[in-house]
């Protein structure tokens, strides 16, 4: 187990280097932390990046490329970095304190393959609903309910500015760069076959509204970067 301060921030890692905890001062940890295996393979929590999709696609499984692999790690004052390489591409995430409650996120990815790579990426952040009290997009919708029902859904938002984040003991903003926000609100009825028993929501910064590539592509040598913002209010 590994932990970053940054800031008024703490990042935790596993010994894989799987982001699974993050902490905001006296908010205290805001994501939801589950078991990341159980037999039937990994389990929603922490932050991953879902790249090249969420569901699979191609030759890419459910949750993208990434989530098997454990990447190269860097710490230098400030900053914290992690690597992936595949055989397609290549993806870096910087987490970095701009202020102490101020994190920027940047992720990176460029295709060093001969073949043009479809694409979607979904900045995939799960946070724990217990503490939610109130979530609020800037163009209109909100959410302050997040009792477990054993419902399942998710929707997809135009970006239209800061999503507010209301908890128990503090507020948050989350800012992107793209163009749509994904609102997945898992109230334990996720996975249908066999419901989960706990809640969790997802927030995500997503080039495409959806969860399987639809119209961008990579080119040979291509590069793509997505911008997240997160802030202590």
Not at 163 to 186: A, C, H, K
Request: with cysteine.
């Amino acid at each position: 187990m590994k932990e970053i301060p940054l800031g008024n921030f703490r990042l935790e890692c596993d010994a894989r280097g799987r982001l699974i905890q993050l902490s905001t001062g006296a908010m205290g940890p805001v994501l939801h932390r589950a078991p990341l295996e159980d037999g039937g393979g990994f389990q929603p929590g922490g932050w991953d990046e879902c790249f090249p999709t969420i569901e699979a696609f191609e030759d890419s499984p459910v949750m993208g490329d990434l989530i098997p692999l454990s990447p190269g790690e860097k710490t230098e004052p400030g900053t914290y970095s992690q690597t992936w390489s595949t055989g397609r591409f290549f993806a870096e995430r910087r987490f970095r304190a701009v202020t102490p409650s101020h994190l920027e996120v940047t992720f990176t990815a460029r295709n060093h393959s001969p073949q043009p790579l479809r694409f979607l990426w979904a900045s995939h952040a799960i946070f724990a609903s217990g503490p939610l009290r109130r979530i609020a997009l800037s163009c209109g919708p909100e959410w302050t309910d997040f009792a477990v029902d054993g419902t399942s859904s998710k929707t997809f938002h135009p970006n239209h500015g800061a999503m507010r984040l209301d908890f128990e003991s503090g507020e948050m903003s989350l800012e992107t760069d793209q163009p749509w926000w994904g609102v997945w609100l898992n109230r334990g009825g996720w996975p249908a076959a066999a419901p989960a028993g706990f809640a969790c929501v997802g927030l995500e910064a997503t080039n495409t509204a959806a969860d399987s590539p639809v119209n961008a592509t990579l080119a040979p040598g291509g590069e793509f970067t997505g911008l997240i913002h997160l802030k202590i209010l």
